[in-house]
């Protein structure tokens, strides 16, 4: 009901010019609050505790951690992307960083969420001790790693082809 009273007084519907500009700035406040209350944090504390929005895991269970930007983080969030992996992404922060779980007991693979400084992130996991590959998935081929020597050239072979015709994937 406040929401519907300040988009009225926004509009000019209720009262004159005066509450439309009182509206319009009530409206604006209950906006930016809404926007900061959904925000989603990305932390690691100092007990080892990697926290993506309301996900939590020990660094423990982590196998390996790595960023990526631009071509390599499209890849990460499309092609490359395996069904079970957790996701939290946000659509206006490019950067992703990819961590593989090595949990027995969890079905999810890895965690594969959007972060503003995704180096700073791996630099501190790779302090508490998380460092290594991760395999992500490639269609027809099992998973493999993405960083390392070879692995432009595999992340590179596993990007959809332009051509029509393309025999990726073909058995042979």
Known sequence: MPLAVAFGAATGYIGGPFWAAVGGVALAAVVVAWLVSASTVVSLNADGVLRVGPARIEVE???????????????????LLDARTHLLLRGWVDPVVLV?????????????????????????????????????????????????????????????????????????
């Open 61 to 79: 269970h982590l196998t390996g951690a790595m960023s990526a930007r631009g071509e390599r983080a499209t890849a990460l969030r499309g092609p």
């Open 100 to 172: 593989g779980v090595g949990d027995p007991e969890d079905p999810t693979p890895a965690w594969l969420f959007s972060c503003r400084h995704p180096e700073a992130l791996v630099e501190a996991l790779a302090g508490h001790g998380v460092s290594g590959p991760v395999a992500v998935h490639v269609p027809f081929s099992g998973g493999l790693p993405l960083w390392g020597p070879g692995s432009r050239e595999a992340l590179d072979a596993a990007a959809p082809r332009q051509e029509l015709g393309s025999d990726r994937g073909a058995e042979d």
